[in-house]
């Protein structure tokens, strides 16, 4: 969505770090979400942040969140060929109805 | 499984044809919502609904026709699709009217019209 932007496609090597970013354009989103999408499923919420945190981990996940510049992103590390996916972006504004979506990095995760 | 159950998984209609699409979770959540999601497309939001009151409708055809007869159940009636039409549609709940915590996605409906 022009929203949320996000790169389309990024490749690694099994074992390395991947970095997925992210830029929002409303300075009032409260809340920010990655989701990962598998071939033939739904998207599964993977970590959610507050406005208010500049930092979250939870296991190989680490998110990232500076919003001065609005930008968020999303770094795995010791990356498996399991976690090939795409990644979504969302944020959504308190009082929203909704989350807005950004359009997905494909990551490719080489042997 | 998430949580969040689609039927069918797969469906194939003709452009005169009616079908449904369903739905269901017993998360205990209070909002759900269909998304289209086509290729080289992003993800569209079609409708919300929050304690079974639609709350926004995203300007979506009318042959496209929700229905949430309790906040357990969530159906999409189809009728007069066009091949543009065809897509992955996903159907998802949050725990409250906005999804402060996030939603659950089900595995989606992939419809193909011929």
């Known amino acids: 969505g022009e929203d949320v932007e996000q790169s389309l496609f990024l490749s690694v090597r099994e074992g390395d770090s991947s970095v997925i970013n992210c830029t929002y354009t409303d300075s009032s989103s409260t809340y920010l979400y990655w989701y990962k999408q598998e071939p033939g499923a739904g998207l599964q919420l993977l970590t959610y942040i507050f406005s208010n945190m500049d930092m979250k981990q939870d296991q190989r996940l680490t998110v990232l969140l500076n919003k001065k510049d609005k930008h968020l992103s999303l770094r795995i590390a010791d990356t498996q060929t399991g976690d090939s996916a795409i990644y979504f972006c969302a944020e959504r504004r308190t009082n929203a109805g909704k989350s807005t979506f950004g359009d997905g990095t494909t990551l490719t995760v080489k042997p | 499984e998430t949580g969040v159950t689609q039927t069918p998984r797969h469906l194939v209609m003709g452009m005169t044809n009616k079908k449904s699409l369903k739905c269901e979770q017993h998360?205990?959540?209070?909002?759900m919502y269909w998304y289209k999601q086509s290729a080289k497309k992003p993800l569209e939001l079609m409708f919300v609904?929050?304690?079974?009151?639609?709350?926004e409708n995203n300007s979506v055809p009318s042959r496209f026709s929700p229905e949430c007869p309790n906040s357990s159940h969530l159906f999409l009636h189809l009728h007069t699709l066009q091949p543009e039409d065809s897509a992955l549609y996903l159907c998802?709940?949050?725990?409250?009217?906005?999804?402060?915590?996030?939603?659950?996605f089900g595995s989606g409906t992939r419809l193909t019209v011929v």
């Open positions: 609904y929050s304690l079974e009151e639609r709350v």
């Open positions: 998360l205990g959540h209070n909002a």
């Open positions: 998802a709940s949050s725990q409250d009217g906005g999804g402060d915590y996030g939603y659950t």
